[in-house]
């Protein structure tokens, strides 16, 4: 079992940054990959950043450039830097992780909410 906890959340002006942290807990073997998806009122989930233990990354199609994940392997923590936040960018961001080489996490966090103000 994984017990996922976020930090880092809350009210940002565009713009602005903020830095989400997720840190994994487990009992068992090393986590492969962790990430965020994040979803915005009345839409799906949608992939934010997502990162493996071997630090392969892949982001969604609308970052272009203003997100950062990274990760601490010894600490299970992964932790996303966002930078030139928009009001489209609000959301409640989740935090997710695997076993697996997958961006289909079988683990979530409580998710975070992020609200980028205009």
């Known amino acids: 079992q994984v017990q996922l906890v976020e930090s880092g959340g809350g009210l940002v002006q565009a713009g602005g940054s903020l830095r989400l942290s997720c840190a994994a807990s487990?009992?068992?073997?090393?986590?492969?990959?962790m990430g965020w998806y994040r979803q915005a009122p009345g839409k799906g989930r949608e992939l934010v950043a997502h990162?493996?233990?071997?630090?392969?990354?892949k982001y969604g199609d609308f970052v272009k450039g203003r997100f950062d994940i990274s990760r601490d392997n010894a600490k299970n923590t992964v932790y996303l830097q966002m930078r030139s936040l928009e009001p489209d960018d609000t959301a409640v961001y989740y935090c997710?992780?695997?076993?697996?080489?997958?961006?289909?996490?079988?683990?979530w966090g409580q998710g975070t909410q992020i609200t980028v103000s205009s």
């Open positions: 997710g992780a695997t076993y697996y080489y997958t961006h289909e996490y079988d683990y």
């Open positions: 487990t009992d068992r073997f090393a986590i492969n990959a």
């Open positions: 990162i493996t233990s071997g630090g392969t990354t």
